[in-house]
């Protein structure tokens, strides 16, 4: 006679720590804060699965009244207590954390995982020395953003020689920083894509001279720059997104035609909000020289004419949307121009005409059906990030 089989009682809890973790990865992600709080074991296979920390602090929330709100209060021992249990981290964000000194950033230079996106808006504690901890930790950091932080060229440098594969940089209100810092970027990261420097008073934009043509996306809304500047933005013959608004608040002159001297031939959305002084030469000279151009903003270009218009009819063949609103100079002819031309226009975005009769108006409809005649006015326009 046989002997009978003889049964193990099984569990779950019997299997290793690999299989627990395929386990967890299947799992929905409403039940991984379940799965966590089973026991120790678990948590610890949760914490592992961890990629993302991001604190929230008043001055990240869109309603924030003012900058001037008290952030918040990281102590050195919190940060260190959540890297130790995170040890896996892609990305981290300290925005809001206004108070966060230097020296909460020293935890990052024997954190064993491979950071790439951090986020260290509204530091107001941060300077060169915590970019230089930053460098020294994240070797592979991918993307960091340092709106309106302490930071001048000297961090940008060595976070650059740190940092080599940085593709993302937000820089917007840093106002310390200057082309030099710029150009330490643009040398050392070869696999730069976006940079985004609003509203840097230091900055005309030379420190992009000879950028790699990677660089994709520079976002330079309130800068200062000058033709020899602009030149350097596009230099790298990568750029398909321009954000020029307000170059001219504080210059005077067409100061823009380079955009379209031959380096800008990938170029596909431009923003030139607010550039009052922009003239029928720089227009003419972007419509020629980008002809991939898909969205234009030329809202309160007031300088803008007859003969303006008639270039982007002429040229802009790939043009999808086009922003004239308030364009003090925009007439029945220009209207017309561009009417009988950019042929593949989706969207005009027109607002308050000035100049324009309602006839003229009314006859653009009726020949472009197929164009939606807006009134929304939009400052910022193409990728968001």
């Known amino acids: 006679m046989e002997e009978p089989l003889s049964y193990t009682r099984t569990s779950i809890m019997l299997l290793p720590d690999d299989c627990l973790s395929i386990v967890f990865q299947f799992l929905v992600c409403t039940d991984h804060e379940s799965f966590g709080l089973t026991c120790h074991r678990w948590l610890n296979i949760q914490n592992t699965h ?82 230089s901890l930053v460098a020294a930790g994240c070797s592979s950091l991918e993307a960091v953003s340092l709106y309106r932080c302490n930071i001048t060229d000297a961090g940008l440098e060595t976070l650059a020689n740190g940092c080599s594969a940085l593709k993302h940089i937000n820089l917007s209100y840093c106002s310390l920083v200057s082309d030099g810092g710029l150009r330490a970027l643009s040398q050392s990261c070869c696999h730069l894509e976006a940079v985004k420097i609003s509203h840097c008073s230091g900055v005309n934009g030379t420190g992009f001279k000879g ?136 969207v005009l975005y027109i607002g308050r005409p000035w100049k324009l009769s309602a006839t003229a108006i009314e006859l653009f409809r009726l020949r472009r059906g197929n164009v939606e005649i807006s009134e929304e006015e939009i400052m910022h326009i193409g990728p968001s990030n």
């Not at 990305?91 to 024997?110: R, V």
């Not at 003969?307 to 220009?334: F, M, P, T, Y």
């Open 50 to 131: 961890r990629r993302s920390l991001q604190f929230h602090s008043s001055l990240a929330l869109p309603n924030a009244s003012s900058l001037s709100q008290r952030g918040l209060v990281v102590s050195s021992y919190h940060l260190h207590r959540l890297l130790t249990r995170f040890q896996h981290l892609h990305y981290l964000s300290l925005s809001g954390c206004s108070e966060l000194p230097d020296s909460c950033l020293t935890f990052l230079q024997s954190y064993p995982s491979k950071l790439l996106h951090l986020n260290l808006d509204c530091c107001f504690g941060i300077t060169d020395n915590g970019l």
């Open 211 to 346: 950028c790699t043509p990677t660089l994709t996306h520079i976002d330079a809304d309130s800068c200062n720059l000058d033709p020899e500047g602009i030149m350097g933005i596009v230099s790298g013959g990568g750029l398909e997104y321009l954000n020029v608004s307000r170059v001219n608040r504080c210059r005077s002159g067409d100061t823009l035609a380079v955009i379209g001297a031959g380096f800008a031939t990938r170029l596909k959305i431009l923003n030139l909000w607010l550039c009052r002084t922009v003239g029928d030469e720089s227009i003419a000279a972007i419509a020629r020289g980008c002809p991939l151009l898909q969205e234009w903003n030329v809202a309160l270009c007031h300088g803008v004419r007859i003969a303006g218009w008639q270039s982007i009819g002429i040229n802009c063949n790939k043009l999808e949307k086009l922003h004239v609103n308030r364009c003090r100079n925009l007439c029945d002819l220009g209207l017309q121009a561009l009417r009988e031309g950019c042929k593949r226009l989706l």
